[in-house]
T-cell receptor, first 115, second 116 residues
Framework: DVKVTQSSRYLVKRTGEKVFLECVQD?????MFWYRQDPGLGLRLIYF???????EKGDIPEGYSVSREKKERFSLILESASTNQTSMYLC??????????????FGPGTRLTVL | AQKVTQAQTEISVVEKEDVTLDCVYE???????LFWYKQPPSGELVFLIR??????QNEISGRYSWNFQKSTSSFNFTITASQVVDSAVYFC?????????????FGTGTRLTIIP
């Protein structure tokens, strides 16, 4: 079974803090993704990575950065957290499309509250 | 640009009733994939089905069935004889063809509540 884990289920931070959200997958997947989920907006892609040290902006990258130093780990960084970044953050991974296995597998999510 | 519309924000049905969740998509690509995911109260999205644009056969898996119609750009999901465990948020998603770098565009989700 594919397993995607996220470092925290719930996180409370203060405005201006630097926040790290960690995601680890154990299936040697090439692709990893960070989404945020907000009521009425569904899931929106923040950043994704198709290989180690590679990253691509998604639909809403502003205010975020990412790091992928190892294949199994994909970190989302909020350089200076703001209240409008209060949200549920979901990480996902996927095998390279060339294997034709292209569904994404999701972690349990991190509910971040910025005060 | 891709777009996925799930017009039903919330649906409530009594247990054992059938329920259909609608999904309408927009894309200019001729090759694409459609997905359904389930998000139970625990929060983790669970993959249900993938369908490619060249396969319009309907799919049935137990109490679940999917109706893909390219003519109306729809990929609807039906649960037969619903159960309380089916209560969740369901997302429809569309994938653009970008070899190796596919991204998913999600709908806004439909919250399904099954009343015992």
């Amino acid at each position: 079974d594919v397993k995607v884990t996220q470092s925290s289920r719930y996180l409370v931070k203060r405005t201006g803090e630097k926040v790290f959200l960690e995601c680890v997958q154990d299936m040697d997947h090439e692709n990893m993704f960070w989404y945020r989920q907000d009521p009425g907006l569904g899931l929106r892609l923040i950043y994704f990575s198709y290989d180690v040290k590679m990253k691509e902006k998604g639909d809403i990258p502003e205010g975020y950065s990412v790091s992928r130093e190892k294949k199994e780990r994909f970190s989302l960084i909020l350089e200076s957290a703001s209240t409008n970044q209060t949200s549920m953050y979901l990480c996902a991974s996927r095998a390279d499309q060339r294997t034709s296995i292209n569904e994404q597998f999701f972690g349990p999510g991190t509910r971040l509250t910025v005060l | 640009a891709q777009k996925v519309t799930q017009a039903q924000t919330e649906i409530s049905v009594v247990e054992k009733e059938d329920v259909t969740l609608d999904c309408v998509y927009e894309t200019r690509d001729t090759t694409y994939y459609l997905f359904w995911y389930k998000q139970p109260p625990s929060g983790e999205l669970v993959f249900l089905i993938r369908r490619n644009s060249f396969d319009e056969q309907n799919e049935i898996s137990g109490r679940y069935s999917w109706n893909f119609q390219k003519s109306t750009s729809s990929f609807n999901f039906t649960i037969t004889a619903s159960q309380v465990v089916d209560s969740a948020v369901y997302f429809c998603a569309l994938s653009e063809p970008n070899f190796g770098n596919e991204k998913l565009t999600f709908g806004t989700g439909t919250r399904l509540t099954i009343i015992p």
